[in-house]
């Protein structure tokens, strides 16, 4: 039997993005649609780019590498 890789979730690979030091970098939800009721300030807030919680990121670096 050979050893063979497995293959990376590309739709997680499109959400997220690895640092140099190794943290996954996403971004926030609901600032798709609807963003007429939301104020400026909530829309502001949510154009950022957060770090994965560090509970997540060992669920999602098997998908990731």
Do not use: F, P, W
Request: aromatic share 4%; proline share 0%.
């Amino acid at each position: 039997m050979s050893n063979y890789k497995l293959k990376s979730s590309s739709s997680i690979l499109k959400r997220l993005k690895i640092t140099r030091t190794g943290k996954l970098l996403r971004r926030k939800a609901c600032r798709s649609h609807l963003l007429q009721k939301k104020s400026s300030k909530h829309k502001q807030k949510l154009r950022k780019v957060v770090e994965v919680k560090y509970v997540d990121v060992s669920r999602l670096a098997l998908s990731v590498l």
